[in-house]
């Protein structure tokens, strides 16, 4: 079983930044993948960015140059700097990670972008 837990959450006035960070626990033997998704009031839950245990990166296209996803295998944290925030980036974000084929999800942090 593995728990996670964000935080670095908050509230940023547009074109500030903030950083994330993701901390695991609990019994398991490989964190494989780590990712980051959000979802706004409304909205369903997207992805943002995901990293793999070698340190391959995506992201998605709204988030590309701004946002940056990282890792330490030895910890397995995984941290998201978000850069040039925008209002649009205002959601509930999320930590998720697979060990195997079995998904985690974190609590979510909240990041509120508003001048």
């Known amino acids: 079983q593995v728990q996670l837990v964000e935080s670095g959450g908050g509230l940023v006035q547009p074109g500030g930044s903030l950083r994330l960070s993701c901390t695991t626990s609990?019994?398991?033997?490989?964190?494989?993948?780590m990712g980051w998704y959000r979802q706004a009031p409304g909205n369903q839950r997207d992805m943002v960015a995901g990293?793999?245990?070698?340190?391959?990166?995506n992201y998605a296209d709204s988030v590309k140059g701004r946002f940056t996803i990282s890792r330490d295998n030895a910890k397995n944290t995984v941290y998201l700097q978000m850069n040039s925030l925008k209002p649009e980036d205002t959601a509930v974000y999320y930590c998720?990670?697979?060990?195997?084929?079995?998904?985690?999800w974190g609590q979510g942090t909240q990041v509120t972008v508003s001048s």
């Open positions: 998720r990670a697979y060990e195997g084929i079995n998904g985690y």
């Open positions: 990293i793999t245990s070698g340190g391959t990166t």
């Open positions: 609990g019994r398991f033997f490989r964190i494989n993948y």
